[in-house]
Nanobody, 123 residues
Framework: QLQLVESGGGLVHPGGSLRLSCAASGFTLDDYSIGWFRRAPGREREGVSCISSSGSSTSYVDSVKGRFTISRDNAKNTVYLQMNNLKPEDTAVYYC????????????????WGQGTQVTVSS
């Protein structure tokens, strides 16, 4: 069964950090671009960051630039999202998605999705 599984979410105080992981099972991520998306209550899904299959190209939404870093370890079949200096407005369910096409923050281009992990930033 082809799956993406996110982990690493949780409750953190403002200014804190979390590292999300996106692990693939049933297929290898080597040929896939990966995107991280989030959906906050009452808001539409938003593209947060994406990375090319080789890791050489990355992109971020403006609101997380300088705070979030996407990376991948193809040997571990895993993509990471390091989130630093978290803010209450980062609270959302975070999803990873994979597709063979080039990295993009546009969600409709992605064919495989994980179930999501909750990130809550609150004092």
């Amino acid at each position: 069964q082809l799956q993406l599984v996110e982990s690493g979410g949780g409750l953190v105080h403002p200014g804190g950090s979390l590292r999300l992981s996106c692990a693939a099972s049933g297929f290898t991520l080597d040929d896939y671009s990966i995107g991280w998306f989030r959906r906050a209550p009452g808001r539409e899904r938003e593209g947060v960051s994406c990375i090319s299959s080789s890791g050489s190209s990355t992109s971020y939404v403006d609101s997380v630039k300088g705070r979030f870093t996407i990376s991948r370890d193809n040997a571990k079949n895993t993509v990471y999202l390091q989130m630093n200096n978290l803010k209450p407005e980062d609270t959302a369910v975070y999803y990873c998605a994979a597709d063979r096409r080039g990295p993009t923050l546009i969600s409709v281009f992605y064919s495989k999705w994980g179930q999501g992990t909750q990130v809550t930033v609150s004092s």
